[in-house]
């Protein structure tokens, strides 16, 4: 799935989450200090509480609300309560974190647009996020 060649071990593992900026490097002009972002490429290594990517691997999704730098890294690093420190982001920093599983769930509904409530989908072992995404959004859209 992923070109597994291109890491060595040791290294960090992940290519799902949500970040915090904390700081940024001389010459970055499209992020900024409490900025969110999302990891771009797979294999970023977002198993961490802390690192440091470059800008072009990164997409800011918005921006963390009125809070202190201690506010900040209480949410990058121990996920803080969203709804009081991410007031200025599109969606609670939870499903951020998993945008891409959100993404594919709604991909897979979409893909026969006939579909109306009352409709039955057939998800075989939804015990996977995608899975558990998928029944979701069948309960929200009325489908059995």
């Not at 940024?24 to 771009?40: I, R």
């Not at 996920?79 to 951020?96: I, K, M, N």
């Not at 409709?119 to 069948?138: E, F």
């Amino acid at each position: 799935m992923y070109d597994e060649t291109s890491k060595e071990c040791p290294f960090v593992a992940g290519h799902d989450g949500v970040a915090a900026v904390a700081k940024v490097g001389p010459g970055v002009k499209d992020l900024a200090e409490g900025d969110v972002v999302l990891p771009t490429i797979p294999l970023l290594g977002t198993w961490t509480e802390a690192a440091v990517v470059q800008a072009k691997h990164v997409v800011r999704v918005g921006k963390l609300g009125s809070c202190d730098a201690a506010d900040r890294a209480k949410v990058a690093g121990t996920g803080a309560d969203s709804a009081t420190v991410a007031d200025e982001l599109p969606l609670p920093l939870e499903y951020l974190a998993v945008h891409r599983e959100l993404l594919l769930a709604y991909k897979l509904l979409e893909v026969d647009s006939s579909m109306k409530p009352g409709d039955c989908v057939v998800i075989n072992a939804p015990n996977s996020t995608v899975g558990r995404i998928l029944l979701q959004l069948c309960k929200l859209l009325k489908l059995r």
